[in-house]
DNA sequence: GGGCTTTTTACAAAGTTTTTACAAGTTGGC
DNA sequence: GCCAACTTGTAAAAACTTTGTAAAAAGCCC
């Protein structure tokens, strides 16, 4: 049930995908084996979503860790990091960083789209009909 | 986690039956294991009438539990969100979504159909006239 | 001050919800 | 059975909300 206690519980051993790599005990990020440099809100904002990764985390819940920022804060400055990090995410930003609607975002680690799992993963439809 | 589950308490443990899955902590629905993209509305609409999954919730009750609307207003809102609930459940979506004619709506968990019946093809409508 | 980062501003674009207007379906009285 | 009144379905437009973006302004730190 976490909840986003960034802070204290701070996962140390890396992240690490297909394209991209987190560091945290360095916060050093690499795309594809070359270094990027994010400045720090950039990073922290990085790192947050990416240790939550396959969760949905709502912008007040980002404001709020990243930021400090309470409830009825309003501005626009977590859109623009976002922007800012997705063009350092190059191309794969987009299934990276992915928006979602009227909550917040949510990062995914890369998954390179499949070809077969189209079909049925279905076996009960099988014995109706 | 546990930032934003429904407004009102919700039943926890998700649906599920042969082609239809709802994860009420998530907020997500899958319909053969494809996972369906839902609007807020949309959303909040289904998840009620599941939680009720065979009984009649008249409109009023959905327009007060998802809208918040008071007794007497007239809008149209609810019909087209079923309209597009519906769409999105594909080829099941009559059966899941029933109408009510006069009163409102009733979901009905998936029931496959048996191979008995499928012989003379609607055998009801052969009992009036 | 100069270079960098962060935040704000102001608008554009995208997404969602509600309304509108009418078609189609249902029901009950005749 | 048929009609009138009423309810629901549907498509498209309008209204509204949220997110994206560029550029300027404001902070920082050496």
Redesign the pocket.
């Known amino acids: 049930m976490g909840s986003f206690e960034a802070a204290t519980k701070r996962q140390v051993s890396p992240y690490n995908d297909e394209h991209l790599t987190l560091d945290f005990t360095r916060q050093a990020v690499a795309l594809d084996a070359e270094r990027i440099?994010l400045?720090?809100?950039?990073y922290d904002l990085l790192a947050l979503l990416v240790q939550h990764a396959g969760e949905i985390i709502p912008?007040h819940a980002l404001l709020m860790q990243v930021?400090g920022y309470g409830a009825d804060i309003r501005?626009?400055?977590l859109?623009?990091?976002?922007?800012r990090l997705?063009k350092k995410l190059g191309g794969y930003a987009d299934q990276y960083i992915e928006?979602?609607?009227?909550?917040?975002y949510r990062f995914q680690p890369f998954h390179a789209p499949r070809f077969y799992q189209a079909q049925s993963v279905n076996p009960v439809i099988a014995l109706s009909a």
Chains 1, 2 share one sequence.
């Open positions: 440099v400045t720090r809100k950039e912008r930021w501005t626009r400055t859109d623009v990091h976002v922007r997705r928006t979602i609607f009227g909550i917040g």
